[in-house]
């Protein structure tokens, strides 16, 4: 079984709203303009921050990419340069879940590995949805028997 997520845009709601009244912000200064400042500079300065949340928000989803595969569990941070992140299924320990109440009415959370071998949390699949379906799932591969 191949399967890979990345963190969900529910996970960047915060920047989403910053985005949308950037937008509104920058949409209204063109039309009423500010007293000491010309109307086209605040307008460039908003649309430019606006450009920069949504390649912010860009580049937080797709820096990130979780993959189960049929031995392992891999989280791949980067875009340019890598960080990969693996751990042995048959090696697995714990499955944690964190959530914070924001997260659990969004239905997102954080789904953390750790091994036999390992001396902490090795593994972190951020902001993903579902988290408790998806624990559930690794559950299931984990207690299938190999072949």
Do not use: C
């Not at 928000?57 to 569990?73: E, K």
Request: aromatic share 6%; no cysteine; charged share 20%.
């Amino acid at each position: 079984m191949d399967l890979e997520i990345r963190p969900s845009w529910r996970d960047q709601l915060g920047l989403m709203l910053l985005i949308v009244l950037l937008v509104l912000a920058t949409v209204t200064s063109g039309v009423v303009g500010m007293a000491d400042m010309p109307a086209g500079v605040v307008t460039a300065t908003l649309a430019a921050m606006t450009v920069l949340a949504v390649l912010v928000l860009l580049y937080r989803h797709y820096v990130w990419r979780f993959q189960i595969s049929d031995g392992a569990i891999e989280s791949h941070y980067g875009i340019i340069s890598r960080d990969v992140r693996s751990i042995r299924i048959r090696d697995l320990r714990n499955i944690n879940v964190r959530q914070s109440i924001l997260q659990r009415l969004l239905g997102i959370g954080d789904v953390e590995f750790s091994s036999a071998g390992g001396a902490g949390i090795e593994v972190t699949f951020f902001g993903v949805a579902g988290p408790m379906a998806l624990k559930t799932r690794i559950q299931a591969i984990e207690a299938a028997p190999e072949d």
